[in-house]
């Protein structure tokens, strides 16, 4: 059975850097071409903030996202990471990994998801 797990959430102040990591264990099927990392603060809709594809390496971020933070993965590890540098009070929020496969920055399009790892960003 496919389990994904993040951890490396916490506590940082505005402009500080956390790096995330997501460690799968089982079989992800072969077809599932997204590894996303997601998003979601209370009373929000969950967001996609960026993914990678496990064919080439190519990393797609949301505008958000994007020129702070970078998705990388290992797959000799079986782990995917998102270093996320100049932190903002908005980037708060439960940082989920999932794994899919269809139009990447689509949460329908991904099956297995992790627990979550709470990001908190404030002075």
């Known amino acids: 059975q496919v389990q994904l797990v993040e951890s490396g959430g916490g506590s940082v102040q505005p402009g500080g850097s956390l790096r995330l990591s997501c460690t799968v264990s089982?079989?992800?099927?072969?077809?599932?071409?997204?590894m996303g990392w997601f998003r979601q603060a209370p009373g929000k809709e969950r967001a996609w903030v960026a993914n990678i594809l496990t064919t080439h390496d190519s990393a797609h971020y949301s505008d958000s996202v994007k020129g702070r933070f970078t998705i990388s993965q290992d797959k000799h590890k079986n782990m995917m990471f998102l270093q996320m540098d100049s932190l903002k009070p908005e980037d708060t929020a439960m940082y989920y990994c999932?794994?899919?496969?269809?139009?990447?920055?689509?949460?329908?399009?991904?099956?297995?998801w992790g627990q979550g790892t709470q990001v908190t960003v404030s002075s």
């Open positions: 999932a794994a899919g496969r269809g139009w990447c920055p689509d949460a329908q399009t991904y099956n297995y």
């Open positions: 089982g079989n992800i099927p072969p077809s599932y071409g997204c």
